[in-house]
């Protein structure tokens, strides 16, 4: 994206002042675990102790008022659900999912599809093209090691106690079956009620065990009404909620989310996904120190390199008042051309790009 382009800069979609997902435990490998309960983070980032360590983000305001402090151990209490309504009424709008790869080093957006097209950069156009889309498991563009590509599941919520009525919280997985429970739900409320805003519901999660999992349990979000609530009760609920705003154009300004989503759905130039999306530490370490490793090694090549260019060009410049044996030979050119065909497709970008994408993409 070109930062002189105004359009380029149009809304992608309502404004997310905060951010959901399953909370993560040390396993006893080192390796995060699931667990079955709701982190709330804000947009900002904690500080970062030492130089170098990948930094966490900081807990929403919004968490401390759902959970609260165990007066006994003085930790905060875990979310195992969390209240929410939805703002809009159609399940599209509140719900997304679309595969998207990255490049694991720059962190730019490569690829976007929804399983049947994609719209992907090549190295031959500016512009992104249109592709099939065969989902990461099928796709040869997903399977080259520098392409991280997955699904990313996106529902907006919002959150009880938030004082502003359009705040959106978002909550972000990689879960199939996240996806497909939520898109399930949302759609027979939607079939129930005729819509959706409004309705007292529920964030909660469901375990579930199968043979990809090794048959160890993993859990998956689902939509629930609240505690406490029938299907009758929830529409008088729902009736009063929405009789609260009577007057207030709901209905066009959906319209008008829907116009910024759909113009924004395969947009490359999206770097909000690279900023909230989860990447284990483990593997950004690793990304890490093998870009490292291959800046190291290219690093003398290309100093060796460029004294080799800077030679040949001092003696090309006062070749003419030098005796014959010191021209330089065609061997020498040769060498320099072969050196540049060796070294730069092996050149990397700077370490600061990969810091800042490791600054910002990682919660933990």
């Known amino acids: 994206m070109k930062i002189h382009e105004i359009a380029a800069l149009a809304p992608i979609g309502p404004h997310i002042d905060g951010l959901i997902r399953f909370s993560h435990a ?65 399940p599209e709008n509140n719900l997304s999912g679309s595969y998207k790869a990255f490049d694991r080093c720059t962190g730019q957006l490569l690829c976007c599809g929804n399983g049947e097209t994609a719209a992907q950069r090549t190295e031959s156009s500016e512009a992104p093209v249109s592709v099939k889309c065969a989902g990461p498991e099928n796709c040869a563009f997903a399977a080259i090691p520098e ?85 009758v009760t929830a529409k008088a609920q729902a009736k009063v909620y929405r009789d609260k705003y009577e007057g207030i154009n709901f209905a066009e300004m959906e319209t008008v989310v829907e116009a ?5 759905q395969f947009a490359l130039d999206d770097s909000e996904s690279v900023v909230t999306c989860w990447i284990p530490a483990t593997e950004i370490m690793s990304q890490r120190s093998a870009a490292n490793a291959r800046a190291s090694r290219t690093g003398s ?47 990397v970008a700077p370490n600061s790009q990969d810091l800042t994408l490791q600054t910002e993409c990682v919660f933990l």
């Open 26 to 90: 040390a396993a006893s490998n080192d390796a995060p675990g699931q667990q079955a309960e709701f982190e709330i983070l804000s947009r900002v980032h904690a500080e970062v102790p030492i130089p170098g360590e990948v930094p966490k983000m900081m807990t929403h305001p919004l968490s401390d008022k759902l959970t609260g402090v165990d007066s006994e151990t003085g930790s905060r209490r875990l979310l195992s659900e969390i209240p929410i309504r939805l703002m809009f009424d159609k």
């Open 301 to 347: 090549v290309t100093g060796a390199f460029a004294n080799a260019v800077v030679s040949v060009v001092n003696r090309a410049r006062d070749q003419a008042t030098k005796p014959p044996e010191a021209a330089i030979t065609p061997e020498e050119v040769a060498r320099t051309i072969q050196a540049t065909s060796e070294v730069l497709p092996t050149l």
């Open 260 to 264: 910024m989503q759909a113009s924004s």
């Open 147 to 231: 392409n991280s590509c997955q699904l990313h599941v996106r529902l907006k919520v919002q959150i009880e106690g938030n004082d502003d009525p359009l705040a959106l919280t978002e909550f972000q997985s990689s879960g199939i079956n996240s996806y497909r429970t939520l898109s399930a739900k949302l759609k027979m409320l939607q079939a129930l009620y005729g819509g959706l805003r409004g309705l007292p519901l529920r964030l909660t999660s469901w375990a579930k065990s199968s043979k990809g999992s090794g048959y160890q349990p993993f859990y998956c979000a689902n939509i629930e009404l609240i505690e406490g609530v029938d299907l």
